[in-house]
């Protein structure tokens, strides 16, 4: 199958993240390339790109690309620091959630609109997947996961209805678990938009990834260095936007976040690219005082 993603706030990331095209620069989440690609086009001879990925099928797409300025390896947001030395990178660039690769493959078990089995992790080679922690989880987990990771309100409600179906069989597809809440009528957004995301954001231990993943930017990032975060809800924004601000602070002395912005899609963007609608790209620089 072929996969098409196009890469959301391209030219504002562009813009903001490559200031030395001589440069050296990390994107740590290669999905299919769209990003990657890009900074790649930017760079003149003497820079270079580092990509990584957890998802082990993002290597055949890497593989891809025949540019000896470009480096690809399977690997964590945790694991940054571990993998590069420190203040090496010009810039750092982290663009959240999922591709279209996890997206329109049924057997990965990512969306509601495609029957496969529930699964959801991002390597799914090792680790707990959807189906298991689902027909597994009491009633109360399923409730806090979907409130605190899925931002649903009616989490306590959806909760009980997943607990009831389990009395009958296994809920053991995307199809079982997104009958359980069919839309009524016309609804801007499917009922089981947030219960599917709150499980993903579970399953792959996303939020401290992404702690963990920041801090690690910051360890690798060169004085005067970029760290650009493009997310999608509001949960994880609020994560980046927190750390922006004041968290970073608790893990490193001698060191400002400074020219601190925050972009959202043009209007025009919004229209061609409709994943682009909830998208907060962040961007930090930064500077070392001692």
Known sequence: MNYSHEPVLLKET??????DKSGSYLDCTFGLGGHSKKILENLNSDGSLYSIDKDKEVK??????KDERFNFQTSTFSNISSLFSKKT??????????????????ERG?????????DMRFDNSSGMSAKEWINTA??????????FLGEERKSRQYAKKIIQARKDTNISSTKNLA??????????????????????????NEFEELKKGLISAIKVLKDRGILAVISFHSAEDRIVKNFFKKDYKIFFEGINLKNVNKIKPSKEEKLT?????????RIGEIEYVS
């Open 14 to 19: 562009l813009t903001n993240l490559i200031y």
């Open 60 to 65: 055949h797409y890497a593989n891809l690309i």
């Open 89 to 106: 990178m010009n810039g750092v660039l982290f663009d959240l959630g999922v591709s279209s690769l996890q997206l329109d493959k049924p």
């Open 110 to 118: 990512f969306s509601f609109m495609r029957e496969g089995e529930l």
């Open 138 to 147: 009491s009633e109360k987990e399923l409730a806090d996961v979907f409130y």
């Open 179 to 204: 009958e359980l809440f069919k839309p009524k009528g016309f609804q801007k957004k499917h009922p089981a938009t947030n219960i599917f995301r709150g499980i993903r954001i579970l399953i792959n």
């Open 273 to 281: 690219n409709p994943r682009s609608r909830s998208a907060i790209l």
